[in-house]
């Protein structure tokens, strides 16, 4: 209890199981989060050392091998705040690393958003097991104070800030199996990697996502990841009928339609309430669709939810790593500072100030960066006496605490007046926490300046063509095939297409019309819905 | 006209999320725990003929049914034409909201084209509102002048301008002013942005196309509940239970009898042979006879679904005037809630035998709140704990019940953080923990209550009120009854004493006093339960040794005991 304030007991007990039990991984609360609350504190805590052990072991192997192949740079691990930490940080404190893979292709597709001028922004990055999606206002995802692992009934609190994403248990491994009632169902179990799709001829028996497209010819099966990997379309057909078309008595390609709709009608949902639960209309957004499967399957998504226009960025199925080397290295420090604003004692603000200096300055000698190097922001959360939910306020220095308060009181009611509607601005405001956000400016931005370099095709290839099904009753068409690296920009394609490159695959659908931007990216303006 | 789908769509979404940041806004700024911590509030959007459209999610179920009532008087009152934009109600009136006064509704119309187009409106708990105790618990009064100030849809912002008179009125009136000043303002702004959004919803699609959407709404709600009753087998289904008495005639008990008359789609609740209203403030009005057919109506049709006023449709009510659910006036109403969550469960009961696959056991059956207030040592301020704590839920047709979970009237509804009952008040907590054989045994068991034990820190006084100790939280099928709730205070020179019902109970510095919620009634057969489930109950020291014996005929293997 209250080791948030005052972690001697905690610390003592640690320190007599790190003693007794050097091998045990031992996670203390007070070390992953000083904030009251003791039940979300707990959980959180539980669910560092559940994870501990394990992680612990795999950062440790990655390492040996990265230091083994002689990689003399700092290795750095995504946090779920959208920044990044050491590989040492994360190893004491893996629970921050929690859907920090999702997080980075967020953090990608917001800078592509900032970059194209898009204020409203739908982020979707769709792989082999799940697809994650989150609405981006201004370039920035949304950044929650915890979220809850597993449903809202039933999950796991995590009190550490983590950027708002959904996840829909729908990708291209995702399993089609039917029930004995004959319902067909997609997932939520995936065939992961291995034995992976059936096509991929690990001797796989059940049919996934990517079989249904490869047998509507969505997919190339002789260019899969540029031509390095030959997917075995007779051996998704075999999958497919024997798994669902049989069952069903339904024909193949039908088969295989119901699969890829009932995967995209999920994800589709999904991607609706990240916007439609704000009470943003989908039609007033822009999707940035990536991941190995986005592209293939964002237009259906997108037109079936109203959304206009779907951005495929340059590398879509390396996004989320691309992400990753555009976040910054960041932590986050709070430590407790009661008082009144304008009436706290100089001292204590000073003292608080200096001592959350210290910390950060200290994080950065530990992860060896000069203290010089980190930018760091304070911030205090202010609430009106008497309430209990208080608001983060950015702060310069003690004095904005102590002295000049009125900058700080006129930003807190003002933020106050914004967020929910009203401002007492003649009640005295209260001092709980003081805040220091540290970040390290990436030394070389090189991602994201690639992200809005002029574009000009790598290589040439003949266009070729093949029959490909888009829809129930029509049958296939004849689709133009283009290789994507050998598109220039300004270039414009009007669906039926299919754009290949290697790490993934867009579909155009007929009549949408799909143009190369100046920056490489594709803009594919959807047809009105007759 | 119909509207375009996705147009039904975005509007059904975006009123339910209008609620759900209205209540966001509320619970960020107010000022009392109840508000901020134990989640004593709803918000909603109320149409021109108070009509919900949504309301938020999570809060009080007990909150399903009232908003409209609270803003039908205003309406009736004040007439469409009688409000102007910057208008703000405050409506409490306990004969027409039918709860206690502490339940504060504030409202504001949104405007479109210079007509009243929809109320958002909101109701918390205030900490207090005057009358004669503090706090929640008192058995004390008896009438409804005892319980504190009523408001009757009155204009406390009129055009924009606050009503000075009124407000000094509440200030002057009230035992923590700048708490239920404070709350009132994060009330009013979130009524404000309620008509911010929903202004906005109605220039961007046009009112009628709003409108429209919002009728396809409920009558898709209405559709997806008649179907749920149309599988129910006709027929009139009864049962009936009894809570303690209303805490001032202890010798009388309170008949809880319910009669659920299901024909085709539609599903009548018939409240006629219900107890008579009681002197004590165990009283509620119409809205709390509705509340408790609703919450049953709904958890039985759409768990899962917002609510609005199509999901209501198929329900009737019949309740007589001068019952316990629907009291004449001046009935003491301080203790409204206490009853429903035993009506809910015995209207569950009574449908146990047409719908066996899905009815749960009894579950702790009350709303076991307790509150301590007193003076502070260091500066004589006053200071008012409150917390809520939860009990078992009954075991289920296929699996166990709940632990440790507020009343169905509750939602989720949560308890205070020790941590923060302990910064904030002088008490420190020795235990808080799951309370072993607390569940009733059976096939399923019941889920497990709770205790927690206060160490007072310096003179304080305590309101206990317990239900259910005479009729236990009971089984279905051959499951057994659930461990009762009672409260045990024991003073520093040791000597203990059970309470079900006090109030004001006075504590010295280092007195205890441990509050013991009741389990939820098993499901089934105990004999026929899983050897492992027991076996395993017993090694986290759910089930003690003794009773698996006694309940479930258990014997620990040797060499299981062994290991």
Known sequence: MHAYADPAHEAAAGAILRRRLPDLFVTLSHEILREFREYERTSTTTLNAFVGPRVNRYLGRLEGFARQARFGGKIQIMRSNGGTMSIDQARREPVAMMESGPVAGMIGAGRLARLMGIDRAIGFDMGGTTAKTSFIIDGVPPIEEGYLIGDEFTGQPMQLPVIDIVEVGAGGGSIAWCDQGGGLHVGPTSAGAEPGPACYGRGAEDPVVTDADLVLGRLNGERFLGGDMRLDTALAEAAISRKVAEPLGLELTEAALGIVRIADTAMSLAVRAVSVNRGIDPRDTVMIAFGGAGPLHATAIAREIYVPTVIVPKLPGNFSALGMLMAEWRKDFVRTLFGQLGRIRPLDAEHAFAELWAAGEQALMRDRFAATSGKFEYAADLRYRGQEHTIAIRIGRPEDLTSATAVSRARFNEQHDRRYGHAAPDQSIEIVNLRLVVTVPRMDDTIGDWLSQSWTPTAAAEEQRRRVVFDDGVGPIEARVLWRPALAAGTEIVGPAVIEEAGSTTLIHPGDRAAISRWGHIVITLAERS | MRAHPITIEV????????????????????????????????????????????????????????????????????????????????????????????????????????????????????????????????????????????????????????????????????????????????????????????????????????????????????????????????????????????????????????????????????????????????????????????????????????????????????????KLLNARPPAALGQWSVPLPTVIDTILKALAPALADRIPAGHKGEIGGYSFSGFRQEDGKRFLLMNIVGGGWGGRPHEDGEDASVSICQGDVRNAPVELQEIQYPFVIERHALRPDSGGAGRYRGGFGVEITYRALQKTSVNINFERTL?????????????????????????????????????????????????????????????????????????????????????????????
Not at chain 2, 76 to 84: A, D, H, S, W
């Open chain 2, 11 to 322: 509007v059904r979404n975006a009123v339910n999320a209008y609620a759900n940041e209205m209540a966001t806004a509320l619970c960020k700024s107010a000022y009392n725990m109840m508000i901020y911590e134990v989640r004593d509030f709803c918000c909603g959007l109320i149409d021109t003929e108070s009509r919900m459209i949504s309301q938020n999610k999570g809060g009080l179920p007990i909150f399903l049914a009232d908003l409209g009532i609270a803003v039908k008087d205003g309406i009736e009152r004040i007439g469409l034409n009688g409000f102007k934009p910057g208008d703000v109600v405050i409506m409490n009136h306990g004969h027409i909201c039918g709860q206690h006064l502490n339940n504060i509704v504030i409202y504001a119309p949104c405007f479109h084209e210079g007509k009243v187009v929809v109320f958002a409106a909101n109701r918390a708990h205030w900490v207090d509102v005057g009358g004669m105790r503090v706090g929640f618990g008192s058995t004390a009064t008896t009438e409804i002048f005892h319980e504190g100030l009523q408001f009757r849809s009155l204009k406390i912002y009129e055009a924009g301008k606050r009503n000075e008179t009124l407000w000094q009125i509440i200030e002057d009136n009230v035992r923590f002013p700048e708490s239920c000043l404070g709350d009132l303002r994060a009330q009013v702004a979130s009524c404000q942005l309620g008509v911010r959004r929903y202004g906005e919803l109605v220039r961007r699609y046009g009112i009628e196309t709003v409108q429209s959407c919002i009728h396809s709404i409920w009558d898709n709600a209405e559709r997806e509940a008649r179907a749920f009753v149309e599988k129910i087998p006709d027929g009139v289904y009864e049962a009936e239970s009894f809570l303690d008495n209303d805490g001032r005639n202890l010798d009388v008990k309170l008949r809880i009898k319910v009669k659920v008359i299901v024909d085709g789609s539609k599903m009548t609740i018939d409240f006629s042979e219900m107890h008579e209203q009681v002197p004590g403030p165990l009283n509620s009005g119409y809205s709390g006879g509705m509340a408790a057919a609703r919450i049953a109506f709904k958890c039985l049709t759409q768990p899962d679904a917002p609510v609005n006023e199509g999901c209501f449709r198929p329900l009737d009510m019949i309740l007589p005037e001068g």
């Open chain 2, 471 to 563: 009729d236990p939280p009971w089984g279905l099928h051959g499951g057994r009854p659930a461990a009762i709730n009672k409260a045990i205070v024991q003073r520093r020179d040791g000597t203990e004493q059970v309470v079900f019902k006090g109030t004001g109970i006075q504590l010295d510095a280092g007195d205890r006093v441990t509050f013991l919620t009741a389990g939820g009634g098993g499901w089934g057969e105990p004999r026929i339960r899983d050897g492992t489930a027991i076996a395993d109950d017993i090694v986290h020291g759910y089930v003690t040794v003794e009773a698996a014996r006694r309940d479930y005929g258990y014997e620990p293997a040797r060499d299981n005991a062994a290991e």
